[in-house]
C-alpha cells in the first residue's frame, strides 16, 4: 500500500526525546516508512493523501509478553502471589483450551480486543494443545495484526489436567505445529515457548534448543518473576549458576541467531544482568503484573543504562488488561517507587523513555518496527483525543502524554499495520 497520512506526527528521535511534526506528512511506500515530513517529497505528490486534521499520529504499540487463554479471567486471583495464581486461577483455565468450542469463543474475545486497541504486534502465549494454538494464529491472521504466537511446553511439575505425556510427545506435538504453522500463516509466525525451567525437563529444553537450531525460530519465556519461583529453579538445577542459565545451557537464552524475550526480569542478579545483556536478550517489562501479584519492581533504569534491550507486556492475566498505553504509565509509576524506595541513583522513566519502551523499544524485536524513520516498517496510529477534554491549550507533547494516561479502545481513530489499514 503506498499513501501519505496528514496530521500531528509524534514518535521517539532517541529513547530520550520525541520529534514531532505538527501538521506533517508520513509517507509509506509498500509498506515501509519513508519518513515524515513538513511538506510532501515531489517524488511523492501523486501519492493520496488521508488527512487526519488535528489528530495525533503515533507509532504502533508493541506487547512482548502476553497470554491469550488468560484473558477470559483478567480481574481475578489480585490476592495472590505468582505460584499460587498459576495454581488456582491459570492451570485449571488454561486446561479448557482442550475444547476448541471453548478456544473459539474465549479466543475471540482476545483478538477482538487487541485489533480494537492500540497494539499492532504481540508475542503472544497459547496452551499446550496444538489445535487450539493453530485456531488462535487463525484469528490473529485475520486480524490484520503482526503477531508471534506460542505453543506452551510443560512436561512436569503441572497438574494433571494440564501436562503432556512426556518430552518426546511434547516435542512431537511442537514440531508438527511449526511445520503447520509456517506454511498456513504470513502475518503470525511462531515463537518456541517453554512455559518456565520448573514445568520442563532437561530433555524437553534440549530438544527445544534442537528445534530452534533446526528452523530458527525465535524464543519467549519467563525469568526471576518471584523469590518462590526462583528459590524452586535453585532446587531443580542446582549446578546453573542463575536462573538464565538454566535456559542458556540449553540453546534457548539469546546469542547469535536465537532472538529471546525473557519476561519480568524482576530479581536478575547480577550474573544474570550480565547474561541477559552479553546474549541480547530482551527484557519484557510487565509493570502491572508485578504489582497485581506482588511480585516486585524490576530495575528498568539500570537496564537501560546496561544497554539491555527491553520492551512492554500486558501480561493479561497477570496485568487486568491487554493497553500498552497502560504498561507505559505503569512503567513510570513504578520507577518511581523504585527511585524513592529502593535506589535513588536510578532515575524514574520519562513519558519520551516509557513511549520507546512500548513502541521501538518492543518492536525491536520484529526487526525495525517502532518508529517512523525511513526504513521501518509502517505501523501507524491516529489517536482521537477530542473526548479527553480541557480547558487549557495543549501542546502535541501535552496530548500525547495525557493519551499515555487517559486513552482507551474508542481513541484509536485508524490502525495501520505494515502500511494495511485494519481498523
Not at 249 to 278: N, Q, Y
Not at 379 to 401: C, F, G, Q, Y
Request: hydrophobic residues 40%; proline residues 4%.
Amino acid at each position: 500500500m503506498n499513501l501519505i497520512l496528514k496530521g500531528n506526527i509524534c514518535y521517539n528521535a532517541t529513547p530520550q526525546t520525541l520529534r514531532i511534526l505538527e501538521g506533517g506528512y508520513l509517507i509509506c511506500e509498500a509498506g515501509i516508512s519513508k519518513g515524515a515530513f513538513a511538506e510532501i517529497p515531489e517524488q511523492y505528490a501523486n501519492l493520496p493523501v488521508m488527512d487526519y486534521g488535528e489528530r495525533l499520529i503515533i507509532p504502533g504499540l508493541c506487547d512482548i509478553h502476553v497470554h491469550a487463554p488468560q484473558y477470559a479471567f483478567r480481574g481475578l486471583g489480585m490476592d495472590l502471589e505468582l505460584l499460587d495464581w498459576l495454581n488456582t486461577y491459570t492451570f485449571p483455565e488454561e486446561s479448557k483450551y482442550s475444547d476448541l468450542e471453548y478456544a473459539d469463543k474465549a479466543y475471540q474475545f482476545f483478538v477482538d480486543d487487541l485489533k480494537e486497541g492500540a497494539t499492532t504486534r504481540a508475542v503472544v502465549f497459547g496452551t499446550i494443545h496444538n489445535p487450539a494454538t493453530l485456531l488462535l494464529m487463525e484469528k490473529l491472521e485475520a486480524s490484520g495484526l503482526i503477531t508471534m504466537v506460542g505453543k506452551v511446553n510443560m512436561d512436569r511439575n503441572s497438574p494433571d489436567i494440564l501436562i503432556e505425556d512426556s518430552a518426546v510427545k511434547s516435542l512431537a506435538d511442537t514440531e508438527a505445529w511449526i511445520r503447520e504453522s509456517m506454511t498456513r500463516f504470513k502475518r503470525t509466525m511462531p515463537i518456541l515457548t517453554p512455559r518456565f525451567t520448573p514445568t520442563c525437563s532437561d530433555a524437553l529444553m534440549d530438544g527445544l534448543g534442537r528445534l530452534q537450531i533446526k528452523y530458527k525460530l525465535p524464543v519467549q519465556s519467563h525469568l526471576s518473576e518471584n523469590h518462590g519461583e526462583i528459590a524452586w529453579v535453585k532446587e531443580l538445577c542446582p549446578d546453573a549458576k542463575c536462573y538464565g542459565a538454566a535456559y542458556d545451557r540449553h540453546g534457548l537464552f539469546g546469542g547469535a541467531g536465537v532472538p529471546t524475550i525473557m519476561a519480568h526480569c524482576v530479581w536478575s542478579a547480577d550474573m544474570e544482568e550480565d547474561l541477559i545483556e552479553k546474549n541480547g536478550v530482551f527484557v519484557g517489562h510487565c509493570p502491572q503484573s508485578n504489582m497485581n501479584l506482588s511480585s516486585g519492581i524490576a530495575p528498568i533504569r539500570r537496564f537501560m543504562n546496561r544497554g539491555i534491550r527491553v520492551g512492554l507486556g500486558s501480561d493479561v492475566a497477570g496485568g487486568s488488561q491487554t493497553s500498552i498505553f497502560r504498561a507505559m504509565s505503569d512503567a513510570i509509576q513504578v520507577s518511581k517507587l523504585y527511585w524513592r524506595l529502593v535506589e535513588q541513583k536510578d532515575a524514574a522513566l520519562t513519558v519520551p523513555e516509557a513511549f520507546y519502551l512500548g513502541t521501538r523499544g518492543g518492536g525491536s524485536f520484529f526487526g525495525k518496527v517502532g518508529s517512523f524513520d525511513s526504513g521501518y516498517e509502517f505501523d501507524a496510529l491516529v489517536m482521537d483525543d477530542t473526548d479527553i477534554l480541557s480547558s487549557k491549550t495543549l501542546s502535541v507533547e501535552n496530548r500525547l502524554e495525557r493519551m499515555i494516561y487517559l486513552a482507551g479502545k474508542d481513541n484509536v481513530h485508524a490502525k495501520y499495520v505494515k502500511g494495511k489499514q485494519v481498523k
